[in-house]
């Protein structure tokens, strides 16, 4: 019921695109992408509730395939502020039921 | 106001001892959360509340593990007996509405480490 996201990890120069994979076993409702530093509390980047729908938040954004159960984050001309680890986030039965996927660690260095 | 708290941040108890957390949502949030998360990982559902019900719990909450939000405010959980596996991050987070539906706002968390 986890899903599962890919890569694992991946390391950037500042300045480069990276592409955050999330896929799931089961019909989505919704996904969720949340960005973990640290010792720090998950934060909440975006949300998408509607098949195909892509959404954006400053040079991130995200989109939702319903059909293929999928959502991918994109992170373009990556800031050293974006390393941490990029968790997805699937609703299930509308949204009744609620799970993190595996984790993405991404690094950008300088 | 300033988001979800959780007290203590740190938290080293013997294997044993009992020990209790808390959680103050933004306070217009009628739902609260309880998850999980140890390294490496992403975080697990323990339990949840709507106001004061609590509307659901994980099998990963064992007998050992309570939870209370006695007013529909602030919510506790506390962990009886505590062994080395219960070390993790312990998250709370609230939601103004069905969190999978408008996402959920987590507090800093309370680390665990039973020695």
């Known amino acids: 019921q986890q899903p599962v996201q890919s890569p694992q990890a991946v390391i950037l120069r500042e300045g480069e695109d990276a592409v955050i994979n999330c896929s799931s076993s089961k019909a989505l409702y919704s996904v969720h992408w949340y960005r973990q530093k640290h010792g720090e509390a998950p934060v909440f980047l975006m949300i998408l509730l509607k098949g195909g729908e892509q959404k954006g938040h400053e040079k991130i954004s995200a989109s939702f395939n319903e059909k293929k159960q999928q959502s991918s984050l994109y992170l373009t001309a990556s800031q050293l502020s974006y390393s941490g680890t990029y968790f997805c986030g699937t609703g299930v039965n509308t949204g009744n039921q609620f799970y993190f996927g595996t984790g993405t660690s991404l690094t950008v260095i300088p | 106001d300033t988001g979800v708290s959780q007290d203590p941040r740190h938290k080293i108890t013997k294997r044993g001892q009992n020990v209790t957390f808390r959680c103050d949502p933004i306070s217009e949030h009628n739902r609260l959360y309880w998850y999980r998360q140890t390294l490496g990982q992403g975080p697990e559902f323990l339990t949840y509340?709507?106001?004061?019900?609590?509307?659901?719990k994980s099998r990963l909450l064992s007998d050992r593990f309570s939870a209370e939000r006695p007013k529909g405010s602030f919510s506790t959980l506390e962990i009886q007996r505590t062994e080395q596996g219960d070390s993790a991050m312990y998250l709370c987070a609230s939601s103004l509405k069905q969190g999978a539906n408008y996402g959920y706002t987590f507090g800093s968390g309370t680390r665990l480490t039973v020695v």
């Open positions: 509340f709507q106001n004061e019900a609590q509307l659901e």
